[in-house]
């Protein structure tokens, strides 16, 4: 089965500070790992994904995100906080085919000027 | 290239009533899934329909239904409303066919339903 996990429904970080936004993940296969980004009155939005090449994965906006199977982690990050980043993060995983994702359950970010 | 179109943005309904929601995928996709979002549970996978067949369902009631068309427009179907039924339903295309996944789901502004 899979499953993802955010740690931390709400995190604020000043302008200009480092962002991390925390994602744990259970699957039983080799996982396809993503990070979308919805922002208010808005359907998600791809912000990068994981699918078994590279563990360190870029993305757009400045985001980033390492795949660690040691820790079953794939933590988002952004080295310098914007204002327009201040949005609801989701980390989603899916199975090795079709289009069935199970998402987490967010991490809203604030940005504090 | 228009982008994922679901109606209606906005709808009301009581307990008891059905409600039939509306998704136009991008032109050319021919994967469509719906998921429904709450505050508390995040989304969660309703069902997946690829060339007019389900391929994947989520675990929710035999209320939540959906279909796909030829044109792979799509729609679903809730029944017998409880007002556990309020949510953003979103509607997501994808160019995949079957393989591997690439995550390049396209979301619609979803349709906003309350029950009272």
């Known amino acids: 089965a899979q499953s993802v996990t955010q740690l931390g429904s709400h995190v604020s970080v000043s302008e200009g500070a480092l962002v991390l936004l925390r994602c744990n993940y259970s699957?039983?296969?080799?996982?396809?790992l993503f990070w979308y980004v919805q922002y208010p009155n808005q359907g998600l939005q791809l912000l990068l994904k994981y699918t078994s090449a590279a563990t360190l994965v870029k993305g757009i906006n400045g985001f980033e995100a390492e795949f660690k199977k040691s820790e079953t982690s794939f933590h988002l990050t952004k080295p310098s906080a914007h204002m327009s980043d201040a949005a609801e993060y989701f980390c989603a995983v899916t199975k090795n085919t079709g289009n069935q994702f199970y998402f987490g359950t967010g991490t809203s970010l604030t940005v504090i000027p | 290239k228009a982008g994922v179109t679901q109606t209606p943005r906005y709808l009301i309904k009581t307990r008891g009533q059905q409600v039939t929601l509306s998704c136009s995928p991008i032109s050319g996709h021919r994967s469509v899934s719906w998921y429904q979002q709450t505050p508390g549970q995040g989304l969660q996978f309703l069902f997946e329909y690829f060339s007019e067949t389900q391929r994947n369902k989520g675990n929710f009631p035999g209320r939540f239904s959906g279909r796909q068309f030829s044109n792979s427009r799509s729609e679903m179907n809730v029944s017998t409303l409880e007002l556990g039924d309020s949510a953003l339903y979103l509607c997501?295309?994808?160019?995949?066919?079957?393989?591997?996944?690439?995550?390049?789901?396209?979301f619609g502004e979803g349709s906003r339903l309350t029950v009272l």
């Open positions: 997501a295309s994808s160019p995949l066919g079957g393989g591997p996944p690439t995550g390049e789901l396209f």
């Open positions: 699957s039983s296969v080799p996982p396809y």
